[in-house]
């Protein structure tokens, strides 16, 4: 039988918040408590910077990220720095790994891409992989970058995964934010959106609900969608 996993979206949600919440879920989850989720959302305006930890690929001041309205993290996930805002579309799938499957934390980044791959390809648009690159591609366009840490369990067997993905949605969006950054440390390319892609308009809610479906084919749960004080514990 396929394992509950309760969804949810969030307009808007602040960065801390959302890391913050990450972590009491992971926490409930390590200690067999409640199940598993995915939070689908919007950030204001913030920069994220992971493991790698390449400082250089900001380039906005600590003056000019005041004046532009951007919050600055340095976080636990993967990777290097990148974007979140209005018109992305990021998804944090909170899931219990090894507990019922062979553990491939590598082949659930892979996953991750071909969720959204597969969304894009019912829009009419060709995307792939780029090799030694994380991420879903458009030619040398980024559209999705995917950063993901896995949290070793200290009560059960496996991880439990938090961060995940963003996707950018709305048209514009690669001149917000990703201006004041090399995206992921990658100077030789750019990245777009999915407006831009296919010159229709969508919201990012229209697109957190419409890419559940695409999720579930490839991670089989029981989907419920479920309400944003019932998704987030109390901290």
């Not at 009491?24 to 790698?52: C, K, N």
Request: aromatic share 10%; proline share 5%.
């Amino acid at each position: 039988m396929s394992k509950p996993l309760d969804v949810m979206y969030i307009p808007m949600l602040d960065y801390e918040e959302a890391w913050n919440r990450q972590k009491a879920i992971v926490h409930q989850l390590d200690e067999g408590e409640g199940a598993e989720q995915m939070l689908l959302l919007q950030h204001p305006p913030t920069y994220t910077i992971g493991s790698q930890n390449h400082p250089e690929h900001l380039l906005l001041s600590e003056d000019e990220l005041r004046e532009q309205g951007i919050s600055l993290f340095q976080i636990d996930r993967g990777g290097d720095i990148t974007y979140h805002g209005p018109g992305q579309l990021v998804g944090y799938p909170l899931l219990v790994l090894g507990r019922d499957e062979a553990l491939d934390l590598h082949g659930y980044l892979r996953r991750l891409e071909q969720m959204i791959m597969d969304y894009l390809a019912d829009q009419g648009i060709e995307a792939g992989r780029k090799e030694a690159y994380t991420g879903v591609w458009i030619g040398d366009l980024k559209i999705a970058a995917i950063g993901v840490k896995f949290n070793r369990c200290k009560h059960r067997r496996g991880f439990v995964t938090s961060h995940g993905f963003a996707f950018n949605i709305t048209s514009g969006i690669q001149h917000a934010g990703f201006q004041g950054i090399v995206p992921c440390g990658i100077e030789q390319y750019g990245v777009t959106s999915l407006e831009d892609i296919t010159g229709k308009t969508y919201t990012v809610e229209q697109v957190a609900q419409d890419i559940v479906p695409y999720f579930n084919r490839i991670f089989p749960y029981e989907i419920t969608w479920i309400t944003e004080k019932e998704a987030l514990p109390r901290l």
